[in-house]
C-alpha cells in the first residue's frame, strides 16, 4: 500500500499544503489518516481523489460546489472533462489518474487526443516527460508501485513505435546514417525509441540495433553500415565500473564516424572525452544536435 506524505501529494498533484490543509479544515473535502505522532498521511485513493478535485477546481468547479459531491459526481464529471480537450496541466492530472486506476482505456484516449491534435513529439515534451518527471518523485517517495510503472512504459513504448512508423520523412538513401543501441544493462528503452523517434522524423537513417547490445555487435554494425554517427545513452550502464575504458574502446574502434553519448553516467562521472566523441547534456541538447545534422542533410 502506497502512503505519501502532505509535501509528496504537494509535488505531485501541484496543489500547495497549505491549500490542501484548508480543503480538509473548511470543507473537509479529504480525510486524511494520521501516524501516532499526528503526522498526515495520505493513500492512493485519497491521492486520487485530490487530482480529480484540482482538475474539477481548475476547470471552473468551486471547492465549496466540489465539497457537496459524492465520489461518484465526482469521478463522473471528471471522466466528462477527459473527452474534451484540456489543458497540458489537465491532461496531466487526467493521465496520473488513469495510470493510477490501471485505466489504459482512459489513457490511451487522453494521449491520443494529444498526438492528433499536437504531434507526438510536442505530446511528449508538455505532457509525457512532465508525467515521467512526477513517477520519478514517487520513486523517491517510495511511494509508486512497479506495475504502474510497467503500465506507463508499455503504453509509451507502444505509441513510439507507431510514431516511428507513421513518420512523415522519406527514406533517402544518401541521408545522414546512425546508429542507436543501448549497451549491456543499460534499461532505458524508451528513451532510445524516443531518440529514434526525433532522427527518423528528421530525415537522418537510423539503424536501431536495440538494447543489451555488447561493443563487437557495435562495432560490426558500424563497419556493415558505414554510419556517420554511433549514438547510445548510459544511465544504468556502468553505475559500478567506470565508462572510460569503454568509451575508449568505442574511439579506438569507430574513428570514421562521430560517437554520441548521453545520459546519467556520462554527467556523474569524471570521463576524458576522447577526440571523435561527443557528450549531449540535454534533451535540448540532442534536439540541437538533430536540426543542426537535418540542415547539413538538406544541404546535400
Not at 18 to 26: D, F, Q, S
Not at 169 to 179: F, G, P, Q, V
Not at 235 to 251: G, H, K, R, W
Request: aromatic content about 8%; some cysteine.
Amino acid at each position: 500500500m502506497a502512503v505519501y506524505s502532505i509535501n509528496d501529494v504537494e509535488k505531485l498533484c501541484g496543489i500547495k499544503a497549505h491549500t490542501i490543509r484548508i480543503w480538509e479544515k473548511r470543507y473537509a473535502i479529504i480525510q486524511p489518516r494520521r501516524t501516532d505522532t499526528n503526522i498526515r498521511y495520505y493513500l492512493d485513493e485519497d491521492l486520487q481523489k485530490i487530482l480529480n478535485i484540482s482538475l474539477l477546481n481548475r476547470n471552473g468547479y468551486k471547492i465549496s460546489k466540489i465539497a457537496k459531491m459524492t465520489d461518484g459526481d465526482i469521478k463522473s464529471i471528471v471522466s466528462e472533462l477527459s473527452d474534451v480537450t484540456l489543458e497540458s496541466e489537465d491532461n496531466l492530472d487526467a493521465l496520473m489518474h488513469a495510470m493510477l486506476e490501471l485505466d489504459e482505456f482512459k489513457f490511451n484516449k487522453i494521449l491520443d487526443h494529444n498526438i492528433d491534435s499536437k504531434g507526438f513529439e510536442i505530446t511528449m515534451d508538455e505532457i509525457v516527460y512532465p508525467m515521467m518527471e512526477k513517477l520519478s518523485m514517487m520513486w523517491i517517495a517510495g511511494s509508486i508501485k512497479g506495475v504502474h510503472e510497467n503500465f506507463v512504459a508499455n503504453v509509451i513504448r507502444r505509441k513510439t513505435i507507431v510514431a516511428i512508423d507513421q513518420s512523415s520523412s522519406e527514406y533517402d538513401a544518401n541521408a545522414t546514417r546512425c546508429i542507436v543501441y543501448l549497451s549491456e544493462n543499460e534499461t532505458h528503452e524508451l528513451s532510445l525509441l524516443f531518440l529514434h523517434f526525433l532522427l527518423k522524423d528528421s530525415g537522418i537513417n537510423v539503424i536501431n540495433l536495440g538494447a543489451g547490445i555488447p561493443l563487437i555487435d557495435v562495432l560490426e554494425g558500424q563497419r556493415i553500415s558505414k554510419a556517420d554517427f554511433v549514438f547510445t545513452i548510459f544511465n544504468d550502464s556502468f553505475s559500478d565500473t567506470p565508462l572510460q575504458p569503454y568509451l575508449n574502446e568505442l574511439s579506438k574502434h569507430l574513428e570514421g564516424c562521430t560517437i554520441l553519448i548521453s545520459g546519467y553516467q556520462t554527467a556523474i562521472q569524471n570521463i576524458k572525452i576522447p577526440y571523435n566523441v561527443k557528450v549531449l547534456k540535454s534533451l535540448t541538447d540532442v534536439k540541437s544536435f538533430v536540426r543542426e545534422t537535418n540542415s547539413q542533410v538538406s544541404v546535400k
